[in-house]
């Protein structure tokens, strides 16, 4: 299930209320809610409702129903609805929880550390920022172990050295063969184009104005590159690739 930042504090914010509140409403069967705080939570409740609408009607007609009922006319919490809504809500947290996990699956697991912190905190750009800088850091020490005449350069120059037309220096396939020729030439320009379209872009991130689809989207491309880096035929990896650990943050 994917979730926007802001959702998934709400989520949190009412899991932490009602986990809270969990044991006073559970020992104390007569549990005042005063009316202002009544009505935030329904407000919190009804913009969750509002945001899971298309995906789970069947819950949002529920949780909707429920959240009105949450105080008794007598100002007291009704303990059965309390437990309801909870358990509704620990479900959704449960589900939102198994997506953020398995979505990094697709996620080269050299950005599993500062990389992935900082998206989940909602620093998209930064997080693809990081992510660029390791992919770029990654074929800089590949360039100068392979390069009598090692330049440190980097971007469009960088990748225009090693995946030269004529003599590429990272083959990741039998270039003597059709389709094998077709597919370096893929990854050739998968290359080019994550230093025009993302590099560039993103020299100086953003995070106000990231989008959090689009920024995974980057980060998806640039764990295909890595992954097509650490799958080449030649040049060998180098001890420090091995396992990938030297790149991780």
Known sequence: MEISTEIKKDLDWLIDWFERNGNIVRFQSLTPLPRKQFLYICDRLSKFCFYIKNDYPEYHERLFSLKNRLSLESGLVNVSVFGRISEILLFFD???????????????KSFYGKVKEKFIHGFYE?????????????????????????????????VGRLFSKDSPKILFCDITTKSGNDIQKGYVNLFHG??????NKIAHPNDN???????FQELTLISMLMTALDNRISPSLLPEEIGNDVFQE
């Open 94 to 108: 449960m589900l939102t929880k198994n997506n953020l996990n398995s979505k990094w699956l697709y996620v080269h």
């Open 126 to 158: 930064s997080a693809v920022f990081d992510a660029t800088n390791l992919l770029m850091q990654r074929l800089k020490d590949i360039h100068k172990s392979i390069d009598d005449n090692y330049e440190d350069i980097d971007g469009a120059n960088l």
């Open 194 to 199: 994550w230093v025009a379209a993302i590099r």
């Open 209 to 215: 104005n990231a989008d959090e689809i689009i920024s």
